[in-house]
């Protein structure tokens, strides 16, 4: 009867964990982990073709998490742009980039090929880690949906945003946005499920979603430049 009590008590235990994956040690199981995933995804793309591509960049860039990558992506027919930054946040639908002055967003679809930068290590230092709590995996073990809920990072990392929301949760942020016929500059204002809605002093521009090819943050000077070039270009006009 003691031996049940105890059984009991440590299943209501806070610090109490789940058995064990695998049978083999922890290191063989990783590798076989990793090997399964890789098996499945690549059956997956090769029954549907219309998802190799989403799925192989997000494999990808969930392999450089933190660490410096070049994609190169389409703007229109023939005409290219080369962009190098640190995998910052993976979505469902695009790739977000940050360097030292801006971050960029890129839809998947809009993607050529994607690298890492030559010379670059491909793995990542201790430096680019965030360190949570000694607890976390605990935490997320025993209480995962009110541990995730409340950190924006586990958000991101756990649940895939679409270019539509993450976009939203930038309002008010001041952009450069790309596609295949013309340049808009602007301050986020709304977005829905189709399309983003950006204000220039008292215009407004309506983008739609499928549209975009390539999104960056703006800082003031640049955006007041290209401001007086396009008033130039249309008084000459």
Known sequence: MREGNQIE???????????????????????????????????????????????????????????EVVVTSVLEKDVTVTTEGKVSTIGRDFIM??????????????????????????????????IYDNNLQQKLVLQFGETVAKREALIKQFFEETLQTNLKSWSGMWIEVKTANEVVYGKIIETTKKELLV?????KKVIALDDIRFISTIGIIPLWRNVLKSILKLSIL
């Open 97 to 130: 980039l940050t360097n030292l002055k801006k971050r960029i967003w890129i839809p998947y679809n809009a993607i050529e090929t994607a690298n890492i930068p030559f010379g670059f290590p491909s793995y990542s230092n201790t430096h680019q880690h965030f």
């Open 199 to 203: 204000q220039v002093f008292k215009s």
């Open 9 to 67: 008590d440590q299943l209501k235990s806070p610090s109490s964990f789940s058995s064990p994956t695998s049978a083999v040690s922890i290191e063989e199981t990783r590798i076989l982990s990793e090997y399964i995933n890789q098996k499945n995804l690549f059956n997956v793309v090769n029954r549907d073709e219309t998802r190799r591509k989403p799925l192989i960049l997000k494999q990808f860039f969930k392999m450089k998490r933190n660490q």
